[in-house]
Structure formats: structure tokens, C-alpha cells
């Protein structure tokens, strides 16, 4: 029997909760879509009398290029285009950047983060149903994953069974993109942009945010929290994300590139970083790696901060500083 419990609602999904103003006595105005298959929520303070109508405008049209350039599944998207050919010229800015950032992390990663996992990714099925892949089929997507791939001169090449799937950082790069937008706004004094848990965050004062992070294993509580300095972003990893069970046993969509089946030495990782689109990148990684090979990754990165929780969903440790409740 499958329990296709793959979408966790709204706020559910990651680490958006308890955000808090410390200390600020503005509202902020706030604006909620449904984009990247997740709840976008983005708060704005700013001063008073000011129309964010337009800005808000700007931002939905900044998301939805970003949605449709990173797409694997819209036949009009880009990356599912891509995935139609051994060679494409790559005529989008944004997608090209988001090839190269992703290429260059699956180094970065020891290949913990790998872009090549699309073939893999639809033979489990999360968007839909939910399916255990056969031995041969999977054997079949993991050659095609290890293939190479290259741009060069801004065509992409690469072998007509890899198929590329950027899930695992889109919704980070486009918060990045949102966050520098809001940045260059004068008048804009602090804000927090959250895709389903993907947070950027500014404030003109140098104010912190206090960001909750759900229990793994009862995502309607929260087990811990921390402070988000301004301009920094934060990603949650977690199993109870997008998944299905068969058997009682948990099927989650955070694969581990080397093996073709869900990484399951951790349950979450929460992520703090410079930017959206390493913070969404390393969640991934770092979960896939588990907590021993995390903990000496983020000893080579001290920029990063980082906590883990173990599969019964407490906390493990880490040298991200947290309160637990």
C-alpha cells in the first residue's frame, strides 16, 4: 500500500516558522503564491504610504522566469528541453547560470550534490504515485547519470540518456535572485523571502530573523530555532519532505547520487549560508553525505553552519548553534 503523503502543507514542508521581527514594531506586508510545487511567502517592511504592488509584481515575474528556465517537467521549460537533446544552445541566462553552479558543486561535493540524477529521480516517481524502480532499470539510469557533462561556449553536451534535474537548487537561486532585487531598493528596510523553506533574508539595521525548524519525525511541531543573521539564507533537507511508503518503509526524493535510492543516514539537516543557492545546494549534500562526512565538509567550510538530525528525528549535533525546545 502506498502512503503518498508528498506534500506537506504550506509551511509544513521545511523550516519557515516562528520568523520573528527582534524587536521591530512595523508590519510587514506579506504576499503568498503557489510556485515551484511549494508555498512562496515573502514579507516586506518598508517605509509607511509605500506601494509594494509593483515590487510584488516584480517578484512574481523574477520567480516565474526562474520557474520556467529550471523546469524538468513543463515541455516548455528549459532543463526539460535540455533533456531532449545531446546538444543544446543554451539561450537562457538563467539557466545556463544554473547549469554551471550546479556542475560546479558536484565537484565541490565529492559528488554528494549531482545535477545528472533526473533519470534516476522519475524512475521513483515523486511527482506522481510513487514507484520502486526494477534492479535493471535502475542500473540503466545510474550509467547514464555518471556520464559527462559539459558547457562550452554556451552549449550544453552531454549524452541523450542523461537527464538533468536542478531541483535541488532552484528554489534557492531563485530566492538569491529575488533577495539582490530587494537589495537594490532604497527604501525596502527588511524583508525574508521563504520557497517552501528556502530563506534569504535583508534587513537595513543588521537586525537577526529567529527561524524554527520542524521536528523531523512530527512536522506539525517545532523542535528547535536560531538566529538567521541579515543577509545570510538558511535550507532545510529532511525525509518527511516528498515521499511515499510501501511496506512501512519510507520513500523519500533526496537521492544519493552514488547509489540510485534515498539517502538514509540522516532525517534533516538545516543549512545556514552566504547565499540561497548554497544553502539549498549543501542541505542536499550534506544529507546525502550523513553526519560523520558532513561534519569534516563543514570543517573545510567554516562559512557553512550546519545541524543534523538523526532517523528517529533528534538532534545529532553540529556547528550550527540552536536552541531546543
Known sequence: MINSKKYLPLFFAVIAILISNCGTKREPVRRTRLMFDTVVSISIETEKGRDLEPIFAEIWRELGDWEKSLSAYDSSGGIYRVNMFEEFELTSPKLESALEIGLDYLVKTSGAFDIRVGGIIRLWDFTGEGDIPSDSALSEAMRFAGNPVEINDGRICKSLGTKLDLGGLGKGIAAGAVAEMLDTIPFINRYIIDLGGNIASGDKAGKPFVIGIRHPRAPEEVIAKFKLESGKACATAGDYQRFFERDGVR????????????????????????????????????????????????????????CFFDLDGEYLGGNLLIEIF
Open 251 to 306: 520513500y523519500h526524493h533526496i537521492i544519493d547520487p552514488q547509489k540510485g535510492i534515498p539517502a538514509r543516514h540522516v532525517s534533516a539537516v538545516t543549512v545556514i549560508a552566504p547565499d540561497a543557492v548554497t544553502a539549498d545546494i549543501l542541505s542536499t549534500a550534506l544529507f546525502v553525505m550523513g553526519f560523520d562526512a558532513g561534519m569534516e565538509f563543514l570543517s573545510d567550510n567554516p562559512e557553512i553552519r550546519a
